[in-house]
């Protein structure tokens, strides 16, 4: 939430491939800095380099629509259109991943989502083809989740972290020759960094999370981020 809600502010006054190059910039010097001390280059170790490549394009595929969709829509309004894909990646984690899940866990998914829409009431305010942005999130961001879990299963937090951090940088660095403008505002600055921090500390979190529990049982606390949305809003 605390991403989004800069994400919007920042790319009022900064070019959204601009603002996604210094996002993934930030979190992957970040993530080096504060990994190789401990790991080394141990951390490369993966047996599916495979799929995080492909969760790195996944990834950077969520935020670069994430930051397209803020420029048309509020916070919370596109929270709430985002919160769609709990519910898929609740539906699809039994078929695609063999998870039970519960009746009990796809009612409260369900339930999240119908208290989202009375609170927040997308479609009261016409977007026309905007929300076609949002939709195409909800897809990619599933596909993401569920990747995120099962990988999560064999694979260290810090090297899925390490790995799809430098795979965003590279590739939102070509873009960066024509999107480029120089910043001497010193609070869009700062917030540039806060988009970096958050997107770090939260992605990395998710990681953990999927590590340590089915994708079925977590998917029903992601509703907890409209509440922030809204606030951020």
């Not at 989004?4 to 992957?28: E, G, H, I, N």
């Not at 990994?35 to 799929?51: D, E, F, I």
């Not at 500390?201 to 029903?220: D, K, Q, Y």
Request: charged share 10%.
């Amino acid at each position: 939430a605390i991403l989004d809600t800069t994400t919007k502010r920042v790319t009022t006054v900064v070019p959204v491939l601009m603002a996604l190059w210094v996002r993934y910039c930030f979190q992957a010097i970040l993530t080096t800095a504060a990994v190789l001390p401990l790991k080394g280059w141990s951390v490369l170790a993966t047996q599916n380099p495979r799929q995080h490549l492909v969760r790195g394009v996944l990834l950077l595929a969520v935020t670069a629509l994430a930051f397209m969709s803020l420029q048309f829509m509020p916070v919370a309004e596109f929270t709430a259109i985002v919160m769609i894909a709990p519910l898929l990646v609740t539906l699809l984690a039994s078929r695609m991943l063999g998870e039970h899940v519960s009746l009990l866990r796809v009612g409260l998914v369900c339930g999240g989502f119908v208290g989202t829409l009375m609170i927040v009431r997308p479609g009261t305010m016409g977007f026309g083809w905007a929300l076609v942005i949002p939709l195409l999130l909800v897809i990619v961001n599933t596909a993401f989740q569920l990747l995120t879990s099962k990988m999560a299963r064999t694979e260290d937090a810090i090297t899925m972290q390490f790995y799809t951090t430098w795979i965003g940088a590279a590739l939102s660095s070509v873009s960066l020759f024509w999107f480029w403008v120089p910043i001497s505002d010193t609070l869009v600055l700062l917030e540039l960094v806060l988009m970096g921090v958050s997107a770090s500390v939260g992605h990395f979190f998710l990681i953990m999370a999927f590590a340590r529990s089915p994708a079925g049982a977590l998917m029903p606390y992601m509703y907890a981020q409209i509440g922030f949305a809204m606030l951020g809003g």
